[in-house]
């Protein structure tokens, strides 16, 4: 089993009320902005759903897909508390009709 010391992968998905183009583009341009370059951040990338991958596995209840990896638990947990974070949520949080949060730890 996995600790506090290993990376953990937080990957988060975005179901958008307005899911037009403009909408999916503005929630990845708000998490460029406020939710990279967090101390610990090993990778960040945020985007859009494939839309030509629609096997019977791939789930497709998603706009926008978050994806961050930290070198820790630590570096997570500081992350959820940063102004910047509550910042992001507030701002964007309104258009949200759903959110899956996806935490594991990596290596």
């Avoid at 179901?15 to 990845?28: E, M, R, T, V, Y």
């Avoid at 070198?71 to 949200?96: G, L, M, S, T």
Wanted: charged share 20%; aromatic share 12%.
């Amino acid at each position: 089993m996995a600790d506090g010391n290993n990376n953990l992968a937080h990957n988060v998905y975005f179901n958008l009320s307005d899911s037009s183009p403009a909408a999916q583009q503005k929630l990845i341009d708000a998490c460029q902005k406020y939710l990279k370059g967090h101390p610990g951040e090993v990778y960040f990338s945020a985007g859009t759903l494939v839309p030509d991958l629609a096997r019977p596995v791939n789930d497709r209840g998603f706009h926008v897909g978050l994806h961050v990896v930290f070198e820790n638990r630590a570096a997570h947990d500081a992350y959820q508390a940063h102004p910047r974070h509550i910042q992001f949520i507030e701002e964007n949080k309104p258009n949200w009709a759903g959110v899956r949060v996806f935490d594991s730890y990596v290596s």
